[in-house]
C-alpha cells in the first residue's frame, strides 16, 4: 500500500486533489486508517489517477470524467463532445479579442476631440419624474 503523499508524486495528482476525488467518488482510497484517517492506495489505482489527471488537464468536469471511469466505452463521445464545447468557446473568445482590438482602435486621447469613428455626444434635459409614480403598489 503507497501513502497518499507518495501516491500523488506518483501520479502527479496533488494530495487536495485526491481527497476531492475520494469525495467525489472518482478514486477511493483501498484503505483508510480508522483511527488516523490516512488514506492509502494500491499500485494497481495509478492508471486510473493518471486518467483522472489526463482528462482534468484536458477541461473535462469532474462529471464527465466520472462517466468516462465507469462507461470507458463512452470515452471517445465524451472526448469529442468536449473538443467540440472547446472550440466553440475558443471561437467566442477568439470574436471577442477582435472586438477588443477594435476597441484599442478607436482609443483616443479625450484632447483630441471626437474620432472620426465616434459620434458626438449629445445631451438633453429631461424634467426629474418622482420615484413614487414608477411604484406599482
Same mark, same amino acid.
Given at each position: 500500500m503507497i501513502t497518499i503523499g507518495e501516491f500523488a508524486l506518483s501520479t502527479g495528482v496533488s494530495v487536495k486533489a485526491l481527497r476531492f476525488y475520494d469525495e467525489r467518488g472518482l478514486l477511493t482510497p483501498a484503505e483508510v486508517d480508522r483511527h488516523s484517517g490516512y488514506r492509502r492506495y494500491s499500485a494497481a489505482q495509478m492508471r486510473t489517477a493518471t486518467t483522472i489527471r489526463i482528462l482534468r488537464t484536458a477541461g473535462m468536469s469532474v462529471e464527465d470524467v466520472k462517466t468516462a471511469l465507469e462507461e470507458p466505452d463512452r470515452l471517445a463521445d465524451l472526448l469529442q463532445g468536449h473538443a467540440a464545447e472547446l472550440e466553440r468557446r475558443r471561437d467566442l473568445e477568439d470574436r %471577442?479579442?477582435? =472586438?477588443?482590438?477594435?476597441? =484599442? %482602435?478607436?482609443?483616443?486621447?479625450?484632447?483630441?476631440?471626437?474620432?472620426?469613428?465616434?459620434? $458626438?455626444?449629445?445631451?438633453? $434635459? %429631461?424634467? %426629474? $419624474?418622482?420615484?413614487?409614480?414608477?411604484?406599482?403598489?
Open positions: %471577442a479579442m477582435t =472586438l477588443g482590438h477594435g476597441l =484599442l %482602435a478607436q482609443n483616443h486621447r479625450p484632447d483630441d476631440g471626437p474620432s472620426p469613428q465616434q459620434d $458626438t455626444v449629445r445631451f438633453r $434635459t %429631461a424634467e %426629474a $419624474t418622482p420615484g413614487w409614480r414608477w411604484c406599482s403598489v
